[in-house]
């Protein structure tokens, strides 16, 4: 049976006589068939889970799910004299908060001339095949975003009868989301897969730059290679922005980024390598218009597509703030959450 959505092959599983599943030919997913969709690795599957991770590894602060609510870890787990640092409510809100965040675009310039490069660049972009992996759009057909997410590990909020959705078309910072029907159009250059882009060790001026990893971090072995050869497809709708490159950020310019493409990525990388400079250049040049625009003011502007250009302008909206304050609202009834209402276990780490 092939594994198709939205158009992306994640390869295949069969069926044996015996009634057992080959998974070895599944692609750049996890054997349970969930995408996930965050870290340099993809194995985060929500921005719920990654912000628990986060407030945890980087801020040395432990959210109550994860921590006061599990009988094993118990109350004040790292001995800090503070109880519940980050409840329910907070983990909450600073997900909405960070899935509320405007939605990248591009930037074009007014000179028509280097606007003709960029177009350029933008159509050699898709003849070298970079979009075979760096898929210009995805459609939703949901276009409301749900908080908590109900594949949410077991040591994270995932309470479905207490969720919070918006609509990621018309609230939040702004820019928001194209809506095309019910759903959502989503211009973020991604099939969300993994791919190994480190070339065999036995090749010709081989490229292994981005092999120099020592952990799996959950990753699986595929194709018969380990798992720390595997990254998720870069999102390029904020390349423009997002300066130094590489899952090391140790590359400070999108050309090295490109240079340094091997494995599944190595023909595309030959063949930019062999366009004329003046395409090469073009190519960058698009893709530096793929940039982080301006948010929502506080006298209610923000900046979104101009149908049939592929420009952006300024335009006044309103009724911007009603967001932020149902996410203070929400914040503060889920503080006052009955912990009654919530099962011992909830938030256990059960692995």
Not at 26 to 55: C, K, W, Y
Not at 97 to 111: D, I, M, T
Not at 174 to 188: F, I, K, Q, S, T
Request: hydrophobic share 35%.
């Amino acid at each position: 049976m092939s594994l198709l959505a939205k158009g992306i092959s994640f390869g295949q599983i069969t069926a044996n006589p015996d009634s057992s599943l080959d998974l070895s030919q599944i692609e750049g997913i996890d054997s349970d068939l969930i995408i996930r969709p965050f870290h340099q690795a993809g194995v985060v599957v929500s921005i719920r889970q990654f912000t628990n991770n986060a407030m945890n590894h980087h801020h040395g602060m432990q959210a109550e799910e994860r921590f006061d609510l599990d009988p094993v870890k118990g109350k004040d787990y790292d001995q800090d004299g503070v109880e519940q640092e980050l409840t329910i409510g907070d983990i909450t809100a600073t997900t909405l908060f960070q899935a509320s965040l405007g939605v990248p675009g591009r930037v074009l310039p007014e000179n028509t001339d280097e606007r003709a490069i960029v177009l350029r660049g933008e159509e050699a972009f898709h003849q070298i095949e970079c979009t075979s992996c760096h898929i210009p759009e995805l459609r939703l057909e949901n276009r409301f975003y749900s908080e908590p997410n109900p594949y949410n590990p077991s040591d994270n909020f995932s309470d479905l009868d207490q969720a919070y959705s918006y609509d990621t078309t018309t609230q939040g910072e702004g820019p928001y989301l194209d809506r095309e029907g019910e759903g959502a159009v989503v211009r973020a250059y991604t099939d969300f897969k993994r791919h190994n882009l480190c070339d065999e060790l036995d090749r010709s001026e081989s490229i292994r730059y981005y092999c120099n990893e020592q952990l799996a971090q959950d990753r699986p072995d595929q194709d018969g290679k380990s798992g720390e050869e595997f990254f998720i497809t870069r999102k390029l709708w904020d390349v423009g922005s997002s300066a130094p490159y590489g899952h090391r950020g140790d590359l400070t310019t999108i050309t090295d980024a490109i240079l340094n493409h091997g494995g599944e990525a190595r023909e595309a990388r030959d063949v930019f390598v062999n366009l004329p400079l003046d395409d090469q250049e073009a190519v960058v040049k698009f893709l530096k218009t793929l940039q982080v625009l301006p948010p929502v003011s506080p006298l209610g502007e923000t900046v979104l597509k101009t149908a049939g250009t592929r420009d952006w302008q300024i335009i006044s909206i309103s009724g911007v703030i009603l967001l932020p304050v149902t996410l203070i609202v929400l914040a503060l009834w889920y503080r006052r959450l009955d912990k009654s209402d919530i099962p011992p276990d909830e938030g256990a780490d059960k692995n």
